[in-house]
């Protein structure tokens, strides 16, 4: 199997998707040691904002991202609450793409899409601070893949079926209604759902009427747009990150209806609530 890789004459790019923030010096030193390591890469800052140790957004963010960065890229996603203990390190291979993150169900979302083509154990250095990972195992990594070095020589191959993988994420439909859970809340107010666009469109679609049902009850409409919507309506949305997503019309649908990330939501399909 050879790695993926850019076309000739691209530079090779790295992505960088953490809990650090930017009010302590956790980004500038990951970008540091790629100066040094990686210094004709092109780095992608998908998001430092992940809330601290929030590994469902992580998942999310992650999955909505990845299909955006050019084939062959590689992608250093850490949020690590386990950092230091026995988790694993591993790099996972996706739609032509080099991901590497803690085996802690970061990668869950990709993995249900069956996207994950090939994985691998990374050894952690035993020079390795046991509370940055982030700057002294995965940003390493991800420079040594971003140079050409392929997976193998890095780590051992182990079965995708082995990572660990979120529990309770994965929607439910059965008696008329559908669970799912509230991967994010954007600073819109939007809240996306645990409910794959290619997957559920269908079955939303033929649902005469829709109700959230719990935790609170609100007739919820299917609109295509957030501007559909009239004042206080409540909107079902398919969204540009590959998941439906609650909204409202320019208010917070998350402030609205009291949701947060992992909150479960339930939707009644044939009766409004």
């Known amino acids: 199997m050879s790695r993926p890789a850019l076309q000739a004459g691209h530079r090779p790019v790295i ?3 953490t809990d650090f923030g930017l009010s302590d010096p956790y980004v ?3 970008k ?5 390591l990686a210094p004709d890469a092109a780095i992608v800052d998908i998001t430092h904002g992940v809330p601290p140790h929030n590994i469902l957004a992580g998942a999310f963010f992650l999955d909505a991202s990845l299909p955006w960065m050019p084939p062959g890229a ?3 996603a850490v949020i690590d609450p386990g950092v230091g203990t026995a988790r694993r390190v591993v790099c996972i291979e996706a739609d032509d793409r080099l991901v590497l993150v803690p085996d802690n169900g970061l990668a869950s979302l990709v993995l249900s899409r069956g996207r994950i083509d090939a994985a691998w154990v990374c050894a952690v250095p035993e020079a390795a601070s046991a509370t940055f990972h982030g700057r002294d195992v995965f940003v390493p990594l991800a420079a040594a893949l971003a140079g050409g070095q392929h997976p193998n020589t890095l780590g051992s191959p182990i079965d995708p079926g082995t990572l660990a993988v979120l529990p309770g994420i994965a929607p439910r439909h059965g008696q008329g209604v559908i669970s799912a859970v509230v991967l994010h809340a954007d600073r819109f107010g939007n809240i996306i759902l645990s409910l794959d666009i290619e997957r559920w469109r269908d079955i ?4 005469p009427r829709l109700g959230l049902c719990s935790p609170v009850r609100r007739t919820v409409r299917r609109v295509s747009a957030y501007a559909g919507l009239a004042p ?3 909107g079902l949305v ?5 998941y439906f997503e609650l909204a409202m019309n320019r208010i917070s649908a998350a402030e609205t209806l009291g949701l947060a990330s992992g909150d479960e939501i339930a939707f009644s399909l044939d009766r409004e609530e």
């Open 238 to 242: 398919a969204g540009s990150q590959g």
């Open 15 to 17: 992505g960088l998707l």
């Open 74 to 76: 590689v992608v250093a």
């Open 28 to 30: 500038g030193q990951l």
């Open 32 to 36: 540091a040691v790629l100066a040094s």
């Open 204 to 207: 939303l679609d033929a649902a």
């Open 232 to 234: 206080g309506e409540v």
